[in-house]
């Protein structure tokens, strides 16, 4: 593989920008390929910020939790970060549009906190694609980039645009920021091209590891246990089977949970490299034929929507959300936004299951996608590295902390009031706060429910459960110009393969001809490259 470097990256990075992909949008799943370039940079030294004390203590992997916020918010800066210099910032912003700076009193407070006007050029998520790719067109680039991961040659443009910010974060250098130190080393990997760190993380991770959530409250209505744990894949079935009702119009599965069968079968995350040093991806696995077998199981059961292959998520939320169905596939957000959304109906309550084995694999819990997107700081930018890495560390501020409380709430009597020692925004805090603060930089989210306690110990619940087999991508923070170029190419004829045999509409006995196009189509050649890619790191 080529090895990408600063001097021949400017035209690659540019050229690539014609056709970024598809932003991934707040909440979701997967961040999209992670990518970084050839070549190692040593991490900055992960120090757990210790001002704050959570109710359940988390680390560089687990998130914290907590029973309610803390009485008295610790202030971790001391001085505003900020050089009295106005700082630009591109991002998108996944609600409606605030009201903008000069009519905005959250915005202001922030200015005033931080030590500069903050400007904030921002789009709906749906049209930041277009106002990305035009802006790094033009050359005319902010102090403060939101890059998504899914951009084309993402080490070529980070390489091509951004300060080099190693000397001042890797390994101890980076104790001068307690809060980004806070970030734990899988969310840096994502940063790192040339050999160089090169921006700062928008973390998710674990918030993004996937469960089986459960409506507790269906569950409890029709006997069943509301915090029930199939053992094996034959008892989740029969839980599916039980709590769907066709004549009623229920069923238990808004969708297939494809990825939860492969967890099941024992599946490696993503990429996985072996002993030899050899990449192989998940839909190459010999397990794969179980995992179809076992979706395949669910489907001839009838325990899905009969719409659930055709329905888009915003209608699949409004079965579990209605109780057309009890069981839904998604994230550790996505619980919590139930729970939020939710709050009016009476009784209303989500649960988690992880994935049971299926006929006695190991099975395995794969690890969410680490980052949401990268802050880069542009090389252009007039402000010095360490008053952009300062703004970014007061962003990054966890949560429990009096800069967390700003930053996610504001103002105390304007933007939100208290119930006890929890924040509850009023109105005006929500119309006003969303203005892309946590896509300059961010904390790991923190399980927390203000007024219900009961719901952050269900989530911790679940992610024990998790923690004990966890899976991890070996491809995170590898560059392959392949996936980079052809992955959807080639990979859509499988996952529509994969469909068709769930739905018992093709063979199963047909998936390794479905592989075998796959590698020919360019998936052997990202496994090369991956490989390469690993030893070069390795050895810088």
């Not at 250098?173 to 969310?187: K, R």
Request: with cysteine.
């Amino acid at each position: 593989m080529v090895q990408i470097t600063r001097r021949g990256a400017l035209a690659g990075g540019m050229a690539a920008l014609g056709s970024v992909g598809a932003l991934s949008a707040c909440g979701s799943g997967s961040t999209g390929p992670a990518q970084s370039g050839s070549g190692a940079a040593p991490l900055p030294t992960y120090t757990k910020f210790e001002g704050v004390t959570p109710d359940w203590v988390g680390d560089d992997i687990l998130l914290d939790g907590f029973r309610s916020y803390p009485a008295e918010p610790v202030a971790g800066v001391e001085e505003p970060p900020g050089d009295g210099r106005p700082i630009s910032f591109i991002t998108n912003i996944p609600g409606a549009i605030p009201p903008q700076r000069g009519e905005n009193p959250f915005w202001q407070a922030i200015e005033e906190t931080i030590g500069s006007e903050l400007h904030i050029d921002m789009a709906p998520n749906a049209d930041y694609e277009a106002k990305f790719q035009t802006t790094i067109a033009s050359g005319d680039l902010p102090d403060l980039i939101n890059i998504p991961m899914s951009t084309p040659d993402l080490p070529g443009l980070l390489s091509a645009t951004c300060m080099d910010l190693t000397e001042h974060l890797a390994g101890d250098a980076i104790s001068a920021y307690p809060y980004l130190a806070n970030l734990g080393p899988e969310y840096w990997k994502g940063c790192v091209a040339d050999g160089a760190i090169l921006g700062v993380p928008v973390p998710r991770l674990f918030s993004r590891n996937f469960a089986v959530l459960t409506r507790r409250d269906l569950l409890e209505a029709k006997g069943v246990d509301p915090d029930v744990q199939p053992e094996t894949w034959d008892e989740f079935v029969a839980l599916c089977q039980e709590l769907t009702d066709p004549a009623g119009g229920t069923w238990a599965l808004t969708r297939m949970p494809g990825n939860i069968a492969n967890m099941a079968a024992g599946i490696p995350n993503g990429w996985h490299r072996g002993e030899d040093g050899a990449f192989t991806h998940y839909i190459e696995h010999e397990a794969m034929t179980a995992s179809l077998e076992a979706q395949l199981a669910l489907f001839e059961a009838g325990v899905l929507n009969p719409d659930a292959f055709l329905a888009n998520a915003s209608t699949r939320k409004e079965w579990f959300a209605g109780g057309r169905a009890a069981l839904d596939y998604d994230s550790f957000v996505a619980w919590t936004q139930y729970e939020s959304e939710n709050i009016a109906m009476e009784g209303f309550s989500v649960g988690g299951i992880v994935a049971p084995p299926y006929q006695g694999a190991e099975a395995v819990q794969w690890l969410g996608g680490a980052l949401n997107s990268i802050t880069g700081f542009s090389a252009a930018s007039e402000h010095s590295v360490e008053t952009l890495l300062a703004v970014a560390n007061w962003f990054a501020a966890p949560f429990g902390t009096a800069e967390h409380l700003m930053k996610k709430f504001g103002t105390l009597g304007q933007q939100f009031e208290l119930e006890g020692t929890d924040p509850i925004p009023t109105s005006r805090g929500v119309l006003e706060t969303g203005i892309g603060l946590q896509y300059i930089c961010d904390a790991p989210m923190a399980y927390y429910f203000p007024g219900r306690p009961e719901i952050p110990e269900r989530q911790v619940g679940v992610q024990e459960r998790m923690a004990a087999a966890l899976s991890r991508d070996d491809g995170y923070g590898l560059y392959s110009p392949t996936r980079d170029q052809k992955a959807a190419e080639i990979e859509t004829p499988v996952w529509d393969a994969m469909s068709e045999m769930v739905q018992g509409r093709r063979s199963i006995s047909e998936y390794p001809d479905v592989v075998a196009a796959w590698r020919e189509g360019g998936g052997a050649a990202i496994a090369e490259e991956l490989a390469e890619a690993h030893e070069a790191a390795e050895g810088a």
